[in-house]
């Protein structure tokens, strides 16, 4: 969980919106290499992510702990921000190995 420590105390306390940022960054990290690497598959790799990030909120109280259905809509915010950051970058990547011959 995300935290910001106030000054002058030892405690943590929890940042708004941390646990969702979290899991926006995670499923950004877990997509990423996808949409560099093979983004033909992008389409059905995101699909199978954000329903596995469904099935986890779905089996999170059976481990004691709650379920919450925004958390999935940040896992989806993520691979959405995941796959758009990395097709930019194999987009440039691709520019600059094969740069334009002026003529």
Known sequence: ????LP??????MPAPGGDKLAHALAFCGLILPTAILRPHRLGVVMLQAFIFGI????VQ??????SDIVDSL?????????ATIGLVAKAVLNRVGHPRHGG
């Open 74 to 82: 940040a896992n989806g915010v993520g691979l959405v921000m995941g």
């Open 7 to 12: 000054q002058g105390s030892m405690q943590a």
């Open 61 to 66: 109280p059976l481990m004691g702990r709650s």
């Open 55 to 58: 099935i986890i909120e779905i």
């Open 1 to 4: 969980m995300l935290t910001l």
